[in-house]
C-alpha cells in the first residue's frame, strides 16, 4: 500500500512540473523576439549619431574630380546613413579590392603624411564595420559605434584635404 501510494505521489510530481515547463517555453520565446527588434538599425537611429561632419570646399571638390573611388566612397557613406548596408557588409574581397584602388587612385597632391595615415584610419574602419556588420552576434551599440568611427573618419580626411588645400594656397602669397 506504501509502495503504491509513493509511486502516485511521483507520477502526479511528473505531470504537476511537465505542464509548467510549457508555459515556461512560450514566456522564452516571446522574451527572445522583443531584443531582435531592437537590434535593428534604423535611419532615424543612424541620424541620431553625433559628431562634427566636414564637407569639402569647392576647391577641395575641384582637386578631387578625377579621384573616382572617393567619390564612390561619399556615395556610401551616404546610403550608409540612410541604413542601407549593402557595400558595408557585403564580400570582403571586393571591399578590399575597393581600399586598394582607392589608395592607388589617391591624387599625388594628396600623398603627405597626413592624408595617407587618415586613409589607413578609414580603411581600418571599412573592414572593422564589415566584419561586425556580418557577424551576427555583435551588439547593436558596437555597429553602431563603428559606424560612428567611420563617419568620423571620413569627416576627418574632408577636413586634412580641406586643410592641405588651404595651406598650400597660402604658401603660394608671397610677401610684398
Known amino acids: 500500500m506504501k509502495i503504491k501510494f509513493v509511486v502516485l505521489l511521483l507520477c502526479g510530481v511528473i505531470v504537476m512540473s511537465c505542464d509548467d515547463s510549457g508555459n515556461s517555453t512560450t514566456t522564452d520565446i ?19 549619431i553625433e559628431y562634427m561632419d566636414y564637407a569639402l570646399s569647392s576647391e577641395s571638390e575641384n582637386a578631387i574630380a ?7 566612397l561619399a556615395t556610401q557613406i551616404g546610403y550608409l546613413k540612410k541604413a542601407d548596408f549593402s557595400f558595408f557588409n557585403g564580400d570582403l574581397d571586393l571591399l578590399k579590392k575597393f581600399i586598394k584602388e582607392f ?6 597632391q594628396f600623398q603627405t603624411n597626413l592624408i595617407i595615415s587618415r586613409n589607413a584610419i578609414v580603411e581600418t574602419e571599412l573592414l572593422k564595420l564589415n ?11 558596437e555597429k553602431l559605434s563603428n559606424i560612428k568611427a567611420l563617419f568620423i573618419a571620413f569627416s576627418n ?3 586634412l584635404i580641406n586643410k592641405k588645400l588651404e595651406g598650400d594656397f597660402y604658401n603660394q602669397i608671397q610677401p610684398e
Open 66 to 72: 578625377a579621384w573616382d573611388r572617393y567619390h564612390e
Open 30 to 48: 516571446e522574451a527572445t523576439e522583443i531584443p531582435q527588434e531592437r537590434k535593428k538599425i534604423t535611419v532615424k537611429t543612424i541620424e541620431s
Open 131 to 141: 566584419e561586425n556588420l556580418t557577424i551576427d552576434n555583435i551588439s547593436r551599440e
Open 103 to 108: 589608395k592607388t587612385q589617391m591624387p599625388e
Open 157 to 159: 580626411l574632408n577636413y
